[in-house]
Nanobody
Framework: EVQLQASGGGLVQAGGSLRLSCTASGITFDDYAIGWFRQAPGKEREVVSC????????YSADSVNGRFTISLDFAKDTVYLQMNSLKPEDTAVYYCNADLRVAATGWNTYWGQGTLVTVSS
């Protein structure tokens, strides 16, 4: 069974930092596009940042560019989201997402459970 286990959310004051982690288990994959989405109360889920294996490129939403950094630890099958200079508007449930390609079955999408980030003013 494929699992994405997310952790690292919590309560932090504006200007503070948090690091989210998401560890994949139960699968050996050939290619990936892995990232983080978030959903604030009353709003649609939006992409925050992602990284792809095809060319190593990363993407970050304009709202977090320069403050959030996505990275991978291949040895631990873990993707991180370092969040600095947090703002109250960053308050949301953050979800880990992975599009993984396995040679035998092609691409499939997986979601981790959400982790709540609350930024107080």
């Amino acid at each position: 069974e494929v699992q994405l286990q997310a952790s690292g959310g919590g309560l932090v004051q504006a200007g503070g930092s948090l690091r989210l982690s998401c560890t994949a288990s139960g699968i050996t994959f050939d290619d990936y596009a892995i990232g983080w989405f978030r959903q604030a109360p009353g709003k649609e889920r939006e992409v925050v940042s992602c990284i792809a294996s095809t060319d190593g490129s990363t993407y970050s939403a304009d709202s977090v560019n320069g403050r959030f950094t996505i990275s991978l630890d291949f040895a631990k099958d873990t993707v991180y989201l370092q969040m600095n200079s947090l703002k109250p508007e960053d308050t949301a449930v953050y979800y880990c997402n992975a599009d993984l390609r396995v040679a035998a079955t092609g691409w499939n999408t997986y979601w981790g459970q959400g982790t709540l980030v609350t930024v107080s003013s």
